[in-house]
């Protein structure tokens, strides 16, 4: 009993953690928790792997103001930027190298993980692609249609051949395979290269379809504005319809903006856009993802 109120007293007179600091545990504990459960839904790891590697391009970008490592932010580009007539360097070259800053050296391991994870994207294409051809829907905007079947034919594409790309660097396809698809080279520039096209394609599809959602949604606004002309009743909710559309047009506009440049740069064989580097597509990644993180993020809570 005396060893009891000894402890006691001794707990009693031990100093006790500033309020502040249990505030800080609680917050990266709530945190931390969150982070799970975005992890854990539906999209959550590939939204949460996209935005933290374009934000550690930003960051690799911004350590190239310091010339001593200049160069190996160019080695980290070339990475993730093949050309038609060289090879995308080995992962592990980069990895390897007790120079390279910290920063960089996980770009490249996430961005590694991304590829790898869309090993499994055509599945969902595949479904995508397959409700399609089976006929728009009754009601549907036949135009819309042709469009989605387009833009799922590319992506379906962009992700068939990545994945290929993939697998022959790995050393699963042979590369007799990548020399039968690829006029007679046994490289994968070149497949990486018609991917990337592909990828452009599904991106140009986004502007497709937005321009005919406009054009359709301002004929439906121009009947309603006649009828209010003639003084016939609409709907009470008819404006926070048209606020709804106009803010997921917007937005929807705003992410197709954010990749195009991204999908211009890949998929040329002349060098890109003039003055590309990290910074710019970190910027861009972040921004056409952002929507997306956001919404699961406020999931969370």
């Known amino acids: 009993q005396n060893a009891n109120e000894l402890l006691e007293k001794a707990a009693d007179a031990a100093p006790q953690p500033p309020e502040s600091a249990v505030n800080g545990l609680k917050k990266v504990d709530r945190t931390i928790l969150r982070l799970n459960k975005l992890l854990a839904s539906p999209g959550g790891l590939s939204a949460f792997l996209s935005t933290f590697n374009y934000s550690l391009y930003i960051l690799a970008y911004l350590q190239t103001k310091s010339p001593s490592i200049s160069a190996y932010a160019s080695k980290l580009f070339s990475l993730v930027r093949s050309t038609s007539s060289v090879t995308k360097p080995p992962t592990t070259t980069l990895l390897n190298n ?14 590694k993980a991304r590829t790898t994870l869309r090993l499994f994207g055509l599945f969902p294409l595949y479904a995508w692609l397959r409700t399609l051809v089976s006929g728009p829907k009754p009601g549907a905007d036949p135009v819309l249609h042709r469009i989605a079947l387009l833009q799922a034919s590319s992506y379906f594409t962009y992700q068939a051949l990545e994945n290929v790309s993939l697998l022959a660097d ?97 998929s040329s064989d002349k060098g890109g856009i003039p003055g590309w580097n990290l910074g710019w597509m970190g910027a861009c990644g972040l921004v056409a993802g952002s929507t997306r993180v956001k919404a699961l993020w406020a999931s969370t809570a």
């Open 170 to 266: 790995s050393g699963v396809v042979a590369p007799s395979f990548i020399q039968t698809i690829n006029r007679g080279e046994t490289t994968t520039a070149r497949v990486y290269l018609w991917a990337y096209r592909a990828w452009l394609g599904g991106v140009s599809c986004d502007f497709l379809r937005l321009g005919r959602e406009w054009q359709l949604e301002s004929k439906r606004r121009a009947v309603r504005k006649q009828m209010q002309t003639d003084g016939r009743a609409l709907a009470e909710y008819q404006d926070e319809e048209d606020a709804k559309f106009d803010k997921r047009w917007w937005t929807d506009l705003m992410i197709a903006s954010a990749w195009l440049p991204m999908a211009l740069h890949f």
């Open 98 to 111: 007790a120079g390279v800053p910290p920063i960089a050296a996980l770009a490249v391991l996430i961005s």
